[in-house]
Nanobody
Framework: QVQLVESGGGLVRPGGSLRLSCAAS????????MSWVRQAPGKGLEWVSD????????YYADSVKGRFTISRDNAKNTVYLQMNSLKPEDTAVYSC?????????????????WGQGTQVTVSS
């Protein structure tokens, strides 16, 4: 079955870095856009970053632009999120999600599989 499994979260000091991974299985990975989303306590879902199929074009939320980098390894069926210069406001549960298209549309209905999430806590 279609499955997404995240890893790489943890506790990091402000200014530190983490690399999240999302291992996918059960579908043709290179045919679909993949996204990272996050949800902080008491807040709504925020689309952090996408990477489309085909040309690999990317999207970043303004809040992470210049600090986060999304990438995908289609041979390993894995999408990554490199997070640098982390801030306390980046604290959230980060999840990866599979689009139903080769591109991303930021509504939940356009995604058909979500990972369980990994906690990222940025604190001194």
């Amino acid at each position: 079955q279609v499955q997404l499994v995240e890893s790489g979260g943890g506790l990091v000091r402000p200014g530190g870095s983490l690399r999240l991974s999302c291992a996918a299985s059960g579908f043709t990975f290179n045919s679909y856009a993949m996204s990272w989303v996050r949800q902080a306590p008491g807040k709504g879902l925020e689309w952090v970053s996408d990477i489309n199929s085909g040309d690999g074009s990317t999207y970043y939320a303004d809040s992470v632009k210049g600090r986060f980098t999304i990438s995908r390894d289609n041979a390993k069926n894995t999408v990554y999120l490199q997070m640098n210069s982390l801030k306390p406001e980046d604290t959230a549960v980060y999840s990866c999600a599979k689009s139903i298209h080769a591109w991303s549309i930021h509504t939940e209905d356009e995604y058909d599989c979500w990972g369980q999430g990994t906690q990222v806590t940025v604190s001194s």
